[in-house]
């Protein structure tokens, strides 16, 4: 079975509870890319849970930046025909279709650069949901400095779906996680939020 469902945009990990859980990729709290040289690339992932838990769990890298787009594996019922037809085919030309055009699946405000970016999920690394938000901070793909921004949820596990504007934190963070993460939980939900728009 394939780990993500692009119907319903969900990942499937295993729940110590009951046994698989489905989980947006917004339920992600921290994304951490695994040392070495494996091939494929693997992504540890810390998750809330539908059962109301936190587990961890891992994603491979096409899992999270190319399923999403149908550039994977994947089938769905065709309602014309009744039939289940392989997804990919159809999803990936659209995908190709729109980047060739000009449009992003994920983009975020390089707040360093004083820009806006394309990017992908596994340049995301801490996400954290409030007030109906998500806080996300973003390694940039360009510059490689973070970028802590205030999104919808759907900006996140909607491929396309950009915010016409997000929230930036108006701070350059340390290189070091340990210390991002701590200073990206001090400024996450104090007021220095500052609207950018996200204009490519
Ligand atoms: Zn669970
Ligand atoms: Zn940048």
Do not use: Q
């Not at 550039?71 to 085919?89: H, I, Q, R, S, Y």
């Not at 975020?108 to 995301?124: D, G, I, L, N, T």
């Amino acid at each position: 079975m394939d780990m993500y469902d692009p119907l319903t945009s969900r990942y499937t990990f295993a729940c110590p509870e009951r046994g698989e859980a489905r989980v947006v990729l917004s339920s992600f709290r921290t994304l951490e890319r695994l040392p070495g040289p494996a091939h494929p690339v693997v992504y540890s992932v810390h998750f809330a849970c539908t059962c109301g838990g936190e587990h961890d769990g891992f994603v491979r890298h096409d899992e999270l930046d190319w399923a999403p787009l149908g550039l994977e594996g994947g089938v769905f019922l065709n309602l014309m025909t009744a039939k289940v037809e392989p997804v990919a085919d159809e999803l990936g030309a659209l995908a190709a279709t729109r980047i060739g055009a000009g449009e992003w699946p994920w983009s975020f405000y390089c707040f360093p650069e004083e820009r806006a970016r394309p990017v992908f999920p596994s340049a995301f690394f801490l996400l954290s949901p409030g007030e109906g938000r998500l806080g996300l901070a973003v390694r940039c793909p360009a510059c490689r400095r973070t970028s802590v921004n205030l999104v919808s949820h759907d900006h996140v596990d909607v491929p396309f779906h950009n915010d016409r504007e997000v929230g930036v934190v108006e701070h350059v963070f340390p290189e070091d996680v340990r210390a991002t993460l701590d200073a990206f939980r001090a400024e996450l939900w104090s007021s220095s939020f500052d609207a950018r728009r996200l204009a490519l």
